[in-house]
């Protein structure tokens, strides 16, 4: 049951919604933070939008904030500084630990932690230099390159052959200093919203695009998402488990998403992590908040909730 206006405002007292920031995925930082600013505010909360710059700090205490709800996408928001900067002045925050928000943003990473705990992930190398894309190559093509530290697909590309690796793999240097070559897999895409233990329900990911691209997400009315997804109760728990273990490895918290794909003989690849999702009324999240039942005013309630247990 969700609390009265009253209640909510009492649990939480004063709360920044932290949106915007200064990464590649500020706009959709800024739509997602003022959804969730509505909605707090339909549920009675004291809530404010707060634009972080260089006395994020200083506005958070000398406005007497009492909690944070951390709504920024990718580098700064999503990789551990926010969380590490609000520890430091003892303010509850919602998702993530450092950790967790750190590791789940390292793409390279994160992966060589799934690897050492045995979780499935597809074979990848490390590009620092143009002289690696040689031990790209001998992973076979297609490869999928990917900048190790963005999110939303940006600077990401599927390439068949060693003219548009180099290609790729210039494109994405200039997103990130490092880049991850990854094998291919050919299947179905899935993607697992993690709440607080609770794994919801998966979401089946389809487009006509060469894969899940920054246009499939935020552009296109040809991408499909299924929920329920089509698999079998048995096969939709298995991922699910799976997500959850991913999730932990990684020392995620909270809340969040865990993407993978499925090969055509069923075997599953965890693909990357996402502490901070999007959370417009039309992202993955909240539609599969919905399908378990959760109106977005309660997912948005149940996320407040995280960081309670930041004292």
């Known amino acids: 049951m969700t609390p009265q206006p009253e209640q909510a405002t009492n649990r939480f007292g004063k709360v920044a919604v932290l949106l915007g920031g200064r990464s590649a995925e500020r706009e959709i930082s800024l739509k997602s933070g003022s959804a969730v600013l509505a909605a707090l505010l339909r549920l009675g909360v004291e809530a404010h939008a707060l634009d972080p710059d260089e006395r994020v700090l200083e506005r958070l205490r000398g406005d007497a904030f009492d909690r944070a709800f951390v709504v920024l996408h990718g580098r700064g928001g999503e990789d551990g500084s926010i969380q590490g900067a609000l520890e ?11 950790l967790g928000s750190a590791l789940g943003m390292d793409k390279y990473r994160c992966k060589l932690a799934w690897t050492g705990r045995g979780l499935p992930t ?19 093509f297609p490869l999928m390159i990917k900048p190790v530290h963005e999110g939303s697909s940006i600077g990401m590309a599927r390439v068949e052959d060693a003219e548009t690796l180099k290609e790729a793999w210039r494109m994405a240097s200039r997103y990130d200093a490092l880049v991850l070559a990854e094998r291919w897999v050919d299947g179905l895409e899935y993607t697992c919203a993690i709440l607080g233990r609770d794994a919801l329900p998966l979401i089946r990911l389809e487009t006509p695009h060469a894969f899940y691209d920054f246009d499939a997400k935020y552009k296109a009315n040809s991408t499909r998402y ?29 809340w969040g998403r865990v993407d993978l794909m499925v090969d055509h003989r069923g075997q599953p690849s965890l693909l990357e992590i996402n502490t901070v999702p999007g959370m417009t009324d039309h992202s993955l999240v909240p539609m599969a908040a919905r399908v378990a039942g959760l109106s977005f005013d309660t997912l948005v309630l149940r996320i407040l909730e995280t960081s309670l247990d930041r004292g």
């Open 226 to 254: 299924l929920c329920p997804c089509g698999l079998t109760e048995s096969e939709e728990s298995r991922l699910q488990a799976l997500a959850l273990d991913a999730f932990e490895v990684a020392g995620a918290s909270g």
């Open 88 to 98: 430091t002045i003892g303010m509850p925050y919602t998702g993530s630990g450092v």
């Open 122 to 140: 597809e074979q990848s190398v490390l590009l620092r230099t143009e002289a690696d894309l040689v031990d790209a190559e001998a992973l076979g």
